[in-house]
């Protein structure tokens, strides 16, 4: 075989194993982004742990095939890059939309992705980016527990306290 299609292949595998690895990738357009915009979008993802990709959509289409997710593979179309995630998966969706809203990017469209092996689309994604992140979620948990805790302390200390008197 010509070793451009070996490379090819050796690249599908790869795009293959980034999507079987994450916990969630988002597939957006950023045509009309400004390098400069771009970037530091880039860095504001990877600060939370989210890997940006452009990658060729012929490779990505290939590759979304080979782990089953065929519902994905319309969404290779046009500049299109993809942001991985391999632990939060409200990460790139939240970060997406909420750059979507500054007018440097607000260019940026949100196609598709995959979370936890199930396809979503705009409107799932755009209501995953509302959810707050899992630390977030733990925090209030942690607080409500916390607050009925509290609350049953201060009254058995009011029933001793009652009892002590009589």
């Known amino acids: 075989m010509k070793e451009s299609i070996l490379a090819k292949q050796e690249e599908v595998k790869l795009v293959s194993e980034k999507m079987k690895n994450s916990a969630a990738f988002v597939v957006f357009k950023y045509q009309g982004l400004t390098v400069k ?26 590759a979304a ?49 995959v979370v936890d092996g199930d396809v979503y689309s705009f409107e799932q994604l755009q209501l995953l980016s509302q959810l707050p992140s899992y630390e977030t979620l733990l925090t209030q948990l942690a607080a409500g527990m916390l607050g009925t805790v509290s609350q049953l302390a201060i009254g058995l200390n009011m029933l001793v306290e009652k009892g002590q008197e009589a």
Do not use: C, M, W
């Open 37 to 62: 915009a771009f970037q530091t979008l880039r860095r504001e993802l990877r600060a939370s742990g989210v890997e940006v990709s452009v990658i060729k959509n012929n490779i990505s289409t290939r």
């Open 65 to 113: 095939k080979a782990n089953g997710y065929d519902a994905v593979t319309g969404a290779f179309t046009g500049p299109v890059a993809v942001a991985f995630a391999k632990d939060d998966v409200v990460a790139p969706a939240k970060i997406l939309f909420a750059a979507k809203k500054e007018e440097e990017t607000s260019k940026l469209e949100v196609v598709k992705g």
